[in-house]
């Protein structure tokens, strides 16, 4: 089974609108940690942001949200207020484990199209 | 400078032939990380080391494929025998310095073309 799902291979959103990015996981372990990455046209992997699977709150990094529904094994990715330099591909990632060196599992991604 | 440094950014080779990555790590971590993007897709794990020490590989990593991190601080990841179906971004990670919860921090990662 994939570890990381998401359903959502292209989304457009409006200048200055709100999206959700989907990810819904996979596993068995009770500690575990779920990022988000963002990455341009340009290649480079950007770090967004992190929920644990203890946090009792969402997590929130400026624009950038995660919608941590735990029984339903979702995290998704909330970005308001959508800038035209959001446009990029999104991977939702997992670590298992109580280590913080554990290897990622990553999904296919989303194409988020920022519209002016 | 992304604290991980990747070379070469592109290679082109043809099949059959023999290819090298090296990855450098700007900050030290005992933990280095490879992972391989296929065109639209999301990084797949190929290896991480401890140190110099490989502590596992993926099945992605055939028996043509070999990793090592000889002294602990960079990183090679040769392929042999190449095949079109190598073509890939390989990408190399460690914990992102200065970060809780050690998201992985990523170099620009190698092209490579098998032709």
């Known amino acids: 089974a994939q570890k990381i799902t998401q359903t959502q291979p292209g989304m457009f959103v409006q200048e200055k609108e709100a999206v959700t990015l989907d990810c819904t996981y996979d596993?068995?372990?009770?500690?575990?940690?779920l990022f988000w990455y963002k990455q341009p046209s340009s290649g480079e992997m950007i770090f967004l942001i992190y929920?644990?699977?203890?946090?009792?709150q969402n997590a929130t990094e400026g624009r950038y949200s995660l919608n941590f529904q735990k029984a339903r094994k979702s995290a998704n990715l909330v970005i308001s207020a959508s800038q035209l330099g959001d446009s990029a591909m999104y991977f939702c990632?997992?670590?298992?484990?109580?280590?913080?060196?554990?290897?990622?599992?990553f999904g296919s991604g989303t194409k988020l199209n920022v519209k002016p | 400078d992304t604290g991980v440094s990747q070379d070469p950014r592109h290679k082109i080779t043809k099949r059959g032939q023999n290819v090298t990555f090296r990855c450098d790590p700007i900050?030290?971590?005992?933990?280095l990380y490879w992972y391989r993007q296929t065109l639209g897709q999301g990084p797949e794990f190929l290896t991480y080391?401890?140190?110099?020490?490989?502590?596992?590989k993926s099945r992605l990593l055939s028996n043509r494929f070999s990793a090592e991190r000889p002294k602990g601080s960079f990183s090679t990841l040769e392929i042999q025998r190449t095949e079109q179906g190598d073509s890939a971004m390989y990408l190399c990670?460690?914990?992102?310095?200065?970060?809780?919860?050690?998201?992985?921090?990523f170099g620009n990662g190698t092209r490579l073309t098998v032709t």
């Open positions: 990632a997992m670590r298992e484990g109580p280590s913080n060196f554990n290897k990622f599992y």
């Open positions: 596993t068995s372990d009770p500690s575990y940690g």
């Open positions: 929920q644990g699977s203890y946090d009792q």
């Open positions: 900050s030290e971590h005992n933990r």
């Open positions: 080391f401890q140190n110099e020490a490989q502590l596992e």
């Open positions: 990670a460690i914990p992102q310095p200065g970060q809780g919860n050690s998201p992985l921090h």
